[in-house]
């Protein structure tokens, strides 16, 4: 009866929660009107606020939304990753999509990428998304990040297999069930900070040593659809690469605009 029901389940959508009441609604929603998301799945992370009543209540009008929960966080796990593969273990979707609880989806953004995969004969999918930006910090601070993840990550060199680059957004990840059960999701990379690009980084090994795409066909990084405000994942790659907070990047942006300021 599971073979049978995954087989039916296109995509799963899996959006690790913790604290986002302000959001959640909206990210759910947006998952679910797409017709390819079978499964929605939302694990609360420990949150103290009110998303887990808020999806709880979503659950009765959305039949695909299901409330997954964390327990006790494992020695040497990260928050992100332990929720996210909870969710994955109990999907039955022949593809994964992780995204985030403030990320919101165009309405097709699955088909589009599902597309991309089917044409490039890929078997990961991410995009990197549009930012929402409404306040003057993120006016200033999302464009200066966005070009200095620009130079870090050549969407030439991610999706060329000669290369050692690899890259994704954990904003937007579509992943083939079998390869990330292959590589070992995110259980794999149980520790690390920067889980999407590690992840990404072991689905391009592996995939380029198996054979199971050919030439660039085994991964495709682009730049497009969904929509998520810019906050929380603003202040994550902030410090995820640079190891600074907005605040400290916002200092490094006063000096480069203002050479003869002095703290």
Sequence with gaps: MRDTFQNLVLATAIVP?????????????????????????????????ATASIVERLSCQIPKLRLLATGELPT?????????????????????????ADAVQEKDSTAKALAIAAEEDAVMVSFSPEQVMETWYEKSLIPYVYCRLGNKFSFKEVNDPRKTAAAANGQFLLIRKDVYEAVGGHASVASDVVEDVALAKRVKVRVTASGLAA??????????????????????????????????????LFELWCPFWRP
């Design 17 to 49: 929660a913790r604290n986002e009441e302000a959001v959640i609604s909206a990210c759910v929603e947006s998952l679910a009107i797409q017709s390819e998301i079978g499964e929605v799945f939302v694990i609360n992370d420990q949150s103290t606020d």
């Design 76 to 100: 040497g796990w990260v928050g992100k990753n332990n929720a996210v593969w909870l969710g994955a273990r109990e999907a039955h979707g022949q593809w994964l999509l992780f995204t985030d």
């Design 215 to 252: 030439e660039r066909e085994w991964f495709v990084f682009a730049c497009t659809e969904p929509l998520p405000q810019c906050g929380k994942a603003g202040k994550r790659i902030c410090i995820r690469f640079w190891g600074v907070t907005p605040a400290g990047l916002l200092r490094k």
